[in-house]
């Protein structure tokens, strides 16, 4: 939270005097969380022993939310409003701190353009969020603490996404400063571009760190539309690709140029050879394609390159799960938002920043399905499941099948308990309106996108679901970023048992 102190002071043109209420608002949280982790430090500073899986799943789970709660203490004590008149409560401020730890970027806050209501060293701490979340606040602590050892990599298996493990080399320690250096050194690039191309650098730091984690949060109401630049936009849209990949092919890209020749070839071997990264540009170059097809044909665009420019980075930013919008995309057709919809449930690459399902499950589920196929008019069959030369274990398979049937049925009990709960004055529409606003609240927010479709599209927020709404769609982003399981355990009695 220091870094977000000094944009409370006159500087860079942000703020036209001192912000008292910021300042001192971030030195109560940064007090409050001294004091808790000194706490537990003290508490378990004589423990020893290996992490182990059951462990892991706990210490996880756990600082996550626990991040959170650390997290909403800037909103709340610096007074932040939702709208005039109308302070964040504790749900507000916890359902905008875990948005942005599991970079969601769903957002209550009405106003940010007015540091009257939203202070800018608060709304730096909120973009902030996203760069903690993004590459994992577990992953960051490995870094740090070298004396975690075995125990690290039970850790990182919990947080880093995906169902294989190539990120976590055998040298755990080493493998997250690498992710974090590699990721770290993205958002400064990007900070830097964005400032050359005319940005503040207050809005070149948010933005930048939205963009790499993924997150989606702006410092402007209508998010990255506000400075109508394509040049801006064609930048963030490359950079959010970048964040969608897999971070363990930079990494083996920048070893083949250290360990070969220093030439392009090497570089970009890693990633042609990637079997997820082809499928993950062949969706999104589909979409591009029929989205500007589609755009084009409807007469919302009277022209290509228009067509083009909006249709590639709303294709790029919900695909990635980002969520910044150029325009309202609410107002296209109905083909064009149902394919943005199952776009979100795409998301992006393992071992990326990106939320969603991610290619290499899909890609997997496709090839379990053909297999399943070929067995029902060959049950004598036995053929493996390969990506590339590499045969997929069984339990991995089974983990995927598993994670697809998990996130139906949440998706479906979430969707029914959040339009059951939520009362129709709230909406004061039609309940089939209502249906669609809160499927697309379950959607946007298990999948960590954060803008979703209807009253809840790029130009509007989550401000008008009831306290118990909040709470379901806020547990929704922890299961969606943890990718369910380190939630999912802390609702089983047994698993608190000792054995």
């Not at 909103?75 to 939702?82: A, D, H, Q």
């Not at 309202?328 to 149902?338: G, I, P």
């Not at 274990?393 to 049937?405: K, L, P």
Request: hydrophobic share 50%; charged share 15%.
């Amino acid at each position: 939270m220091v870094f977000s102190l000094p944009w409370a002071f006159p500087i860079f043109g942000e703020t036209a005097e001192f912000e008292f209420a910021g300042f001192w608002g971030i030195c109560g949280a940064i007090a409050c969380s001294l004091i808790s982790g000194s706490i537990l430090y003290l508490v378990g500073r004589n423990e020893h022993g290996t992490i182990l899986r059951k462990e892991a799943l706990a210490i996880v789970g756990l600082s996550w939310i626990y991040s959170g709660i650390l997290g909403c203490l800037p909103f709340l004590f610096s007074g932040t409003m939702v709208t005039p008149e109308v302070p964040m409560t504790i749900p507000d401020a916890l359902f905008e701190s875990i948005s942005g730890f599991t970079t969601t970027g769903a957002s209550v806050l009405r106003e940010l353009e007015d540091p009257a209501l939203v202070p800018r060293s608060v709304l730096f701490w909120r973009s902030f969020t996203h760069c903690l979340g993004g590459m994992g606040i577990i992953v960051l602590f490995v870094a740090i603490l070298s004396h975690l050892g075995a125990g690290g990599k039970a850790l990182m298996k919990r947080e880093v996404p995906g169902p294989t493990s190539e990120a976590v080399r055998p040298r755990v320690r080493e493998s997250a400063i690498v992710m974090w250096t590699i990721y770290v050194s993205f958002t400064l690039i990007l900070a830097l571009i964005l400032w050359l191309e005319g940005m503040s650098v207050f809005d070149a730091f948010c933005h930048s760190f939205g963009s790499m984690a993924t997150g989606g949060f702006s410092t402007h109401n209508a998010s990255v539309g506000y400075f109508n630049s394509s040049l801006i936009e064609f930048t963030i849209a490359a950079f959010m690709v970048a964040a969608g990949t897999n971070f363990s092919l930079y990494f083996l890209s920048l070893k083949n140029i250290r360990s070969q020749d220093r030439s392009w070839k090497h570089f970009i071997a890693p990633l042609r050879n990637d079997i997820e990264f082809r499928t993950y540009l062949i969706i999104l170059g589909s979409a591009i394609l029929f989205l500007t097809y589609n755009l084009m044909r409807n007469q919302i665009y009277d022209n290509l390159p228009d067509a083009l420019r909006y249709a590639g980075f709303q294709a790029v930013s919900i695909m990635t799960t980002t969520g910044y919008g150029t325009g309202d995309f609410d107002t296209w057709n109905e083909s064009s938002k149902m394919l943005l919809l199952l776009l979100m449930f795409v998301g992006g690459c393992a071992g990326s920043t990106a939320g969603g399902i991610k290619v290499i499950r899909f890609v997997l589920f496709a090839k379990i399905i053909w297999l399943e196929i070929e067995k029902s008019f060959r049950p004598n069959v036995v053929r493996p499941v390969r990506l590339g030369e590499t045969n997929i274990e069984q339990s991995i398979r089974n983990d995927v099948t598993v994670y697809f049937s998990l996130v139906l049925v949440i998706f479906i009990f979430s969707s029914l308990l959040l339009t059951a709960i939520e009362p129709n004055t709230e909406w004061q529409k039609n309940k089939p309106e209502k249906l669609i606003d809160c499927t697309s609240a379950v959607v946007a927010t298990l999948n960590n996108i954060g803008p979703g479709v209807g009253e809840l599209g790029p130009t509007e927020n989550y401000a008008d679901f009831t306290l118990t709404g909040k709470v379901i769609l806020t547990v929704l982003m922890l299961l969606g970023r943890l990718e369910l399981f380190a939630i999912l355990v802390l609702f089983v009695p047994s698993f608190w048992k000792n054995y």
